[in-house]
């Protein structure tokens, strides 16, 4: 009887894990389509994407719309600009995040966690309540219409890094600390030699997600700068669309898109393992 039981219930069992699988199939298939749509339609005609019939299948291919968007000037002006600032963003902010979250780990001060937990709470405020006064200061402060306003806010660091990183220094001993200061080792040295080596994974992992928001950056770029000359990659693809939705040149658009996508989807495929990793880690240490 108790065996005939459990043979129902392994069934029910089967059965609904069978129904969730399916449900999470067809989710990922729904979230996966538009990119695999979009990759579609860089090789159509434009009056393929723009017929009553639905394909997803080009008929002619056509592969001529890659080479054109890599030889426009802005396109490429677009990426040089993104890597500006993300260069300058990655190295020092990384730094300096870095550096704090040693510092909440394990520096002890007076107000560490009521700090901290100001820190913390900048998280919740979204960038559209504060967008507006900081076009306001920048302007003031004659930094619009350039890549300063994009460069200089992310050098003081990053309050998710910090975050994370703290939660991955919380697993190393304190007594590391003590130890060194035995030894005559100043809290720099120690942050270097010591603890900047050991979450050196974290951090790098942390960087790849900062890298692949600031790629895909469209909002910030938009407020801050109205010349065409210090554009991003997103605004850049943005004006390709005002410039050549009015001719339907759809498959130039998707093409440059496609481009765009392909190091962010590249540094997650490679570096998955590491993100989520990093993720879990940081989410279940206190």
Request: proline residues 5%; aromatic residues 14%.
């Amino acid at each position: 009887m108790a065996k005939a039981n459990g043979i129902r219930s392994g069934k029910k069992l089967s059965v609904f894990d069978t129904v969730v699988f399916l449900i999470l199939v067809a989710g990922a298939l729904i979230m996966v389509f538009p990119l695999v749509y979009m990759v579609a339609c860089s090789f159509m005609t434009k009056n393929q994407i723009l017929s009553a019939e639905f394909s997803v299948i080009p008929d002619p291919w056509q592969f001529g719309m890659y080479s054109e968007v890599l030889h426009r000037g802005e396109f490429i002006r677009g990426i040089r600009n993104t890597l500006l600032v993300a260069a300058p963003v990655l190295v020092v902010g990384g730094f300096t995040s870095s550096l704090a979250a040693f510092s909440f780990a394990k520096l002890r001060f007076r107000g560490r966690e009521a700090m901290f937990l100001a820190l913390l709470a900048t998280m919740m405020i979204p960038f559209a309540v504060v967008m507006i006064p900081q076009y306001v200061m920048f302007t003031r402060m004659g930094w619009t219409n350039n890549l300063t306003p994009l460069i200089v806010p992310g050098l003081f660091g990053n309050v998710s890094i910090i975050f994370f990183l703290r939660q991955n220094l919380t697993s190393i001993p304190t007594a590391l600390v003590e130890a060194a200061k035995i030894d005559g080792c100043s809290y720099f040295r120690i942050y270097r030699s010591i603890f900047l080596p050991l979450m050196k994974g974290a951090l790098m992992t942390q960087l790849i997600l900062w890298f692949m928001g600031i790629w895909n950056d469209y909002l910030a770029p938009t407020i801050f700068i109205q010349d065409d000359e210090w554009f991003t990659l997103q605004v850049v693809i943005r004006s390709f669309n005002d410039q050549y939705a009015v001719n339907s040149n759809y498959p130039l658009i998707m093409a440059a898109s496609v481009i765009a996508v392909i190091p962010t989807l590249l540094l997650f495929f490679f570096f998955q393992r590491y993100i989520i990793e990093s993720l879990a880690i940081s989410g279940v240490k206190g």
